[in-house]
C-alpha cells in the first residue's frame, strides 16, 4: 500500500477554502489526484487525460472540466499541452512553500 504525504495547508486552508469558500469540494478531489500522481512520480509535471482524472474522483468529465478551470483560476495548478489534442500536463503551484535560496527584501 502506498502512502502520500500531503502538505498541512492542503487540508487545513485549501479544503474548507476549495470546499466551502468556492463551493467546489470537486476542486479539492481534482487537486489531491494530482498530487497524488506527482508525489508518486516525483516529478514536476503529470500527464493525465480528463477522463482519468473523472475516473480517478468518481466525478463527471464536466465536473473535472469545471474543477481544473477552478484551480487554474485560483493559480493552484498550471496546464500545458505539446499540441492542442495531446493529454494535459499538470503542474501544482504550491505558493506556501518558500522556496530554497529566495530571501524577501526587507
Known sequence: MHHT???DYVLDVL???LAGHDRSPAAFLVYLVLWKELFRSAERS???SLQQLAANTGLSKSAVQAAVRLLLRRNLIKVSRKTPTAVPEYELIRHWVRRRGLRHAG
Open 5 to 7: 504525504e500531503i502538505d
Open 15 to 17: 479544503l474548507p477554502d
Open 46 to 48: 503529470t500527464g493525465i
